[in-house]
C-alpha cells in the first residue's frame, strides 16, 4: 500500500496514538491539516528506502546537481535538473553519501534480519469496532524497525526510545501481526547513529517494555473511540491532573 493511500485511511495508527494521548485536539487537527515531513523525516525515509525497498530508490530519488540556487545560472540548472527528473525527490550529495553509508553500516550487522519477509507492509484490523492501522519496517519471522538516532549511549538510546513512544509502537505492531495473520512476533530495533561511524545497535522489545506500551495503545484506542463517539476532541487542559501548577515529576 502507497504512503498516500495509506495516511488517507481514517483509521487510528501507533504514531497517531503518541499525538492523541497528549492532546485529542491536536491529533484532530494534524488529521484534517497533515504537517509537511520534516528534513529529518525525509532522510529517514531515504534510509529505510536504502536498506528496506532498494529498488524504489532510482523510482522515488534522484541525486539534485551542486549549483547555487541563489544565482541566475544556478537557478535555470536546477529547473532543468527537476524536469529532467519530475516526480522524484531531490537530495542534496551530503544526504546521499551519508544516507549510503548508514545503509552499508545497517546492512553489514543486521542484513541477516532483512531477507525472507515483506517490507514496508501495511495491516487494518478492527478492535471493538475501532478501525486501527500499523504499517511496519519489516515482518519476517519477527518484526523489525530501523531507527537512524543521535544517541551515544545506552542511558540516551533508551531515553529516546521511551520519548518518542517507541514502545506504544511495538505493542501496536505485535497487535496488528497477530490480528491479521494469527502470529505472535517478537520486536526488534535496529538502531543506527546518525553521526560517524553509523554505529548499530540491535536490541529486542523486552516484556516490561511491552506491557507498558499495550497499556498506552489501548488507553489511546479507548480514548479515540470516545472522541469518535461524541464528535468532541478536547484540548490539552483535559490530559492535566490538576488545575494547580506543581512541580514536575522529575524535580
Not at 483509521?11 to 491539516?33: C, F, I, M, T
Not at 489511546?220 to 478536547?234: D, S, T
Request: glycine residues 6%; proline residues 4%; neutral net charge.
Amino acid at each position: 500500500m502507497k504512503d498516500e493511500e495509506y495516511f488517507a485511511l481514517r483509521r487510528l495508527s501507533p504514531s497517531g496514538a503518541k499525538v492523541l494521548l497528549r492532546s485529542p485536539a491536536a491529533y484532530d487537527w494534524e488529521r484534517l491539516n497533515p504537517r509537511e515531513p520534516t528534513a529529518e523525516l525525509k532522510f529517514g525515509k531515504l534510509v529505510h528506502c536504502l536498506c528496506l525497498e532498494p529498488n524504489e530508490v532510482d523510482v522515488r530519488y534522484a541525486l539534485a546537481p551542486d549549483v547555487d540556487r541563489r544565482t541566475t545560472v544556478g537557478k535555470e540548472a536546477f529547473a532543468r535538473w527537476a524536469r529532467e527528473h519530475a516526480g522524484k525527490e531531490a537530495v542534496s550529495v551530503e544526504d546521499w553519501d551519508k544516507a549510503h553509508r548508514i545503509r552499508d553500516a545497517v546492512m553489514a550487522e543486521a542484513g541477516h534480519m532483512l531477507t525472507g519477509g515483506e517490507a514496508e507492509k501495511a495491516y487494518l484490523w478492527e478492535r471493538d469496532g475501532v478501525l486501527l492501522k500499523s504499517k511496519l519496517d519489516y515482518v519476517g519471522a519477527s518484526i523489525v524497525d530501523i531507527k537512524t538516532t543521535s544517541a551515544e549511549d545506552e542511558d540516551a538510546l533508551t531515553r529516546a526510545a521511551w520519548t518518542y513512544g517507541y514502545h506504544i509502537s511495538a505493542a501496536a505492531y505485535q497487535e496488528a501481526v497477530q490480528a491479521v495473520e494469527g502470529r505472535k512476533l517478537d520486536k526488534w530495533f535496529i538502531f543506527v547513529t546518525k553521526q560517524a561511524p553509523h554505529q548499530v545497535v540491535v536490541l529486542k522489545a523486552g516484556q516490561e517494555f511491552i506491557d507498558r506500551g499495550r497499556a498506552k495503545w489501548d488507553s489511546a484506542v479507548r480514548l479515540y473511540q470516545a472522541c469518535n463517539e461524541f464528535g468532541h476532541w478536547p484540548g490539552l487542559a483535559s490530559r492535566f491532573e490538576s488545575n494547580e501548577l506543581r512541580p514536575p515529576r522529575w524535580a
